[in-house]
């Protein structure tokens, strides 16, 4: 029987009725599905798989893979406990080769280590926190080696862009207002990223330039990260004088900050991190009042980073009718995987981490080099994330534009990404 059935396979494989089957790499895509920032996880990494696949796959060696993306809802903005059981049951029952996104640092912090412990390729697509690698993989790296971030840039460096925006509204009210010294005010939630970002904006704010913004500080105050209502808070700073408020919102609390910041018109401009804001849906969600709300961000609609981030954008658009959120940034995150696996020439997973040490992709962010704790190299030559403003009822980038980024030591180095325009004061705040 063996010989007939193997002659009727040839005979299959001849008429075109049969193939041969490609094998597949699993990729969970880790994140909370119930919310925008897992869900752009899954549209990124989707958009990327399809592109891959369609391309003809991943070449290993002389075996070729498709792309399989499984998805991974981790729950993590409510459970850390659900969140470290979805990767669990990811590595041992959906047997993922890989491991792509992740959101809330605290969940983040959880999963990977039980990624480390199965040593899987863990590519963070969404927590900040500099103390996801900074003294994990430079302190341990056999057992944290498999772990590396594509977005956003670590937290430090989204402090030093968030007060390069901070810089850049105080300069300007110096020169459109003639308020030699704004007086600023913090509004932050309370989540373990947030903390050292505040420490740096409390201490630049009254530090005298060059070293800091030479503003006058009016007070920090900090509140629930799913908070529904903050006109609490907005009415001590109104009282404290306030010109300028500096945020810090990754979860839900940036969208009643930004409805009645806007609605009560609060004379002060805001200004720093607000993720809410980075997705289309934001002037909706606040009823229309959040414009002029500026915010570090990745994507926007206009601007090119890299040869590769309009389209990108615009492929999203078009298939999601919103602009990505940084999450979507898995999509980078599948691109250096599949040039890690090519340049390791196998799927063992010690190759492909030494093979996702030499990377360097131009991608969607900027040029993506990964330094020795495996986070992404910021600045003029690699990543820098952009500044982002809503004007005429869109996001646009409003950073950098003239930035130049070592003015003493190189200051023939003036950078501006094409499609970025200046930032604008709310039209309360010049009016009062």
């Not at 070449?59 to 979805?86: K, M």
């Amino acid at each position: 029987m063996r010989p007939f059935f193997r002659l009727l396979a040839v005979a299959l494989l001849a008429m075109g009725i049969v193939g041969t089957a490609q094998e597949v790499i699993r990729i969970g895509v880790v994140g909370p599905m119930a919310a925008m920032p897992g869900q752009h996880h899954w549209h990124g990494a989707s958009l990327a798989a399809d592109e891959i696949n369609e391309a003809g796959g991943i070449q290993v060696g002389d075996s070729t893979y498709r792309i399989e993306l499984v998805r991974v809802d981790t729950n993590e903005l409510h459970s850390i406990p659900d969140a470290v059981s979805a990767v669990e049951r990811a590595i041992t029952a959906d047997r993922v080769d890989f491991l792509v996104g992740g959101f809330r640092t605290e969940a983040v912090m959880a999963m990977t280590e039980v990624a480390a412990d199965h040593q899987k390729v863990f590519l963070i697509a969404g927590a900040a926190a500099d103390q996801l690698l900074q003294g994990r993989v430079d302190t341990d790296y056999e057992q944290y080696k498999w772990l590396f971030r594509v977005a956003p840039v670590k937290s430090s460096d989204l402090a030093r862009v968030s007060l390069i925006l901070l810089g850049e509204v105080v300069q300007t009210m110096r020169e459109e207002l003639g308020i030699e010294t704004p007086r600023v005010g913090i509004l932050a939630e309370q989540l373990e990223w947030v903390e050292p970002l505040v420490r740096q904006a409390e201490l630049l704010i009254a530090a005298q330039p060059p070293q800091g913004l030479g503003a006058e500080p009016v007070g920090t105050w900090r509140h629930s990260a799913r908070a529904t209502d903050v006109t609490t808070e907005l009415t001590r700073l109104e009282r404290a004088g306030a010109q300028i408020i500096y945020t810090a919102f990754s979860d839900r609390v940036g969208v009643p900050f930004g409805r009645d910041w806007g609605r009560l018109e609060i004379p002060a401009a805001a200004v720093g991190i607000n993720v809410e804001a980075q997705g289309d849906g934001w002037l909706d969600a606040t009823g229309g009042f959040g414009g002029y709300m500026t915010t570090v961000g990745i994507y926007a609609r206009g601007v090119s980073i890299t040869p590769a981030t309009e389209p990108f954008v615009e492929k999203f658009i078009d298939k999601y009718d919103e602009l990505p959120l940084y999450t979507a940034a898995t999509y980078d995150g599948l691109y250096i995987l599949k040039a890690a696996l090519e340049a390791a020439g196998t799927r063992d997973g010690h190759a492909v981490v030494e093979a996702l040490e030499a990377t360097d992709h131009e991608g969607t962010l900027g040029r993506m080099v990964f330094d020795e704790t495996h986070d992404l190299k910021w600045g003029p030559q690699y990543v820098t994330g952009l500044g982002v403003q809503w004007v005429d009822g869109e996001a646009r980038a409003v950073w950098p534009i003239e930035w130049q980024p070592d003015p003493v030591n190189m200051p023939e180095l003036v950078m501006t990404y094409p499609g970025a325009i200046p930032y604008q004061i709310p039209p309360w705040v010049l009016d009062n």
